[in-house]
C-alpha cells in the first residue's frame, strides 16, 4: 500500500519560514506529479503547487513569489519550501501524487499538516 506521510508544519509568525516535506512509500514504480494542497477553515481545498517529474511546476497566484515547490525522486519526496508567511496560509496542507504501483495507477493524499501565521 503507497502512503504519503508529510512533516514540518507548526506556528510561525507572519513574515516568518517553514519547509514542508512529504515522503511516499510503499512499493512504487513511479511517481508522476506531485502537488500541495492546502484547507483553511470553512474553505475550499485549494491547489497550492504542483510539480511534474520532469520539474516542471505552477503555483496559486496567492503564492507566487513566496513559495516554491520541489522534489526529490531518489527519495520520493516533494517540498514546500514556504516564505514571507501570512495570516492567510493558515491551513492544513495536504501533499498529493499520481503514484504507479506494481499493478496500477493512484492517486494518493497525505493525512495533511496544520500551518498557523500568527504572531
Known amino acids: 500500500q503507497v502512503q504519503l506521510v508529510e512533516s514540518g508544519g507548526g506556528l510561525v509568525q507572519p513574515g516568518g519560514s517553514l519547509r514542508l516535506s512529504c515522503a511516499a512509500s510503499g512499493i512504487i514504480r513511479s511517481i508522476n506529479n506531485m502537488a500541495w494542497y492546502r484547507q483553511a477553515p470553512g474553505k475550499e481545498r485549494e491547489l497550492v503547487a504542483a510539480i511534474t517529474s520532469g520539474g516542471s511546476t505552477n503555483y496559486a497566484d496567492s503564492v507566487k513569489g513566496r513559495f516554491t515547490i520541489s522534489r526529490d525522486n531518489a527519495k520520493n519526496t516533494v517540498y514546500l519550501q514556504m516564505n514571507s508567511l501570512k495570516a492567510e496560509d493558515t491551513a492544513v496542507y495536504y501533499c498529493?501524487?499520481?503514484?504507479?504501483?506494481?499493478?496500477?495507477?493512484?492517486?494518493?493524499w497525505g493525512q495533511g499538516t496544520l500551518v498557523t501565521v500568527s504572531s
Open positions: 498529493n501524487a499520481d503514484v504507479k504501483d506494481p499493478y496500477r495507477y493512484l492517486e494518493v
